[in-house]
């Protein structure tokens, strides 16, 4: 899984709405046209940034050097190298990529139909290419990778077709765990042992109207999957994680206006610290009352 992505394409996201919102703000409203910076072209501008970054980290960290034949191999799923840490992985990546750049381009003026085929398209591109990429050097093309990214995006448009699975979120978080910190030639995704993937449940909107009432709407409460001991670098016997904790719902912070409900739509994909429970296989639970891994 990608992760380092994730995080560089919420900067890339963040800078181009900042830059797009500054020059609109200081258009002379009598000709607009005179603007250099709409919100089109600021998504235009950060997505191709951060293509280009991305191949390039890609190239460094898994290709430069280590062209082979084309391999094809089916890695196991959720019983592989990293117990399916890396498949849950692939999973969010594009799911993350489908809403971060659906949410952004209705910020950038883009019609529905548009925005829904953009975001579908360019991460079937981006998750297609890299195992291609894959297959032709140590590693392999991994076809249990692809349909890990294809069902993140199909979420995605499920969530905007049907409104009851838009209270079933997921989400991210990350601590470092591994043997070495992320860096330019150890990127974090190779550090399995200190991601957690949640799916977040919208309580306030799931529990009956009697009950409701009384849970915050800020508030939600999610379950969580990752492994121990799964880091590439990792000794030790592999072990399932499990946990499950409380999760904020940044939708309902009070911002408001297209550029702050795009931002919180995006950030809301991560989870942040907050009290859970950890289980490790074989393990007794640990509470922690700020859990990320």
């Known amino acids: 899984m990608r992760s380092w992505a994730v995080l560089l394409l919420i900067c890339v996201v963040a800078f181009s709405e900042r830059a797009a919102s500054q020059v609109e703000a200081h258009t002379v409203k009598e000709d607009a046209t005179h603007s250099f910076l709409s919100r089109k072209t600021a998504i235009t501008i950060g997505v191709s940034v951060h293509s280009a970054l991305a191949i390039v980290l890609e190239y460094r960290w898994w290709w430069r050097g280590n062209y082979h034949p084309f391999r094809f191999e089916v890695e196991g799923f959720l019983n592989d190298y ?3 840490v890396d498949k849950v992985g692939h ?7 489908f809403n971060a750049l659906y949410r952004t381009m209705r910020w950038g003026g883009y019609d529905e139909s548009t925005a829904t085929w953009a975001s579908v398209v360019v991460p079937v591109l981006y998750a ?9 050097s140590i590693y392999q093309f991994g076809p ?9 995006i199909g979420y995605g448009v499920l969530q905007l077709k049907y409104p009851i699975l838009r209270d079933f979120n997921f989400k991210w978080s990350y601590y470092p765990a591994g043997k070495y910190a992320a860096s330019l030639d150890h990127p974090l995704s190779n550090d399995y042992d200190g991601h957690i993937y949640w799916l977040s449940f919208r309580m306030h909107n799931l529990l009956p109207e009697s009950m409701s ?4 709407k800020f508030l939600n409460l999610a379950i969580g999957y990752g492994a121990k001991n799964s880091s590439l670098e990792s000794t030790g016997p592999m072990k399932r994680k499990y946990a499950i904790a409380l999760d904020y719902n940044l939708t309902e912070l009070p911002l408001t ?3 702050w409900e795009t931002v919180k739509n995006i950030f809301d994909l ?4 907050a009290p859970g429970v950890r289980n490790v296989e074989g393990e007794r639970p640990q509470f922690k009352p700020l859990l990320l891994n």
């Not at 009432?213 to 915050?216: A, D, E, F, N, S």
């Not at 991560?270 to 610290?273: A, D, K, Q, S, T």
């Open 91 to 97: 999973f969010f990546t594009s799911y993350f990529y």
């Open 128 to 136: 297609t290419s890299l195992e291609i990429g894959d297959g032709f």
């Open 82 to 84: 990293s117990l399916g």
């Open 213 to 216: 009432r009384y849970w915050p």
């Open 144 to 152: 249990d990778d692809l349909v890990a990214n294809f069902l993140g």
């Open 270 to 273: 991560l989870h942040f610290p």
């Open 257 to 259: 206006g297209e550029t």
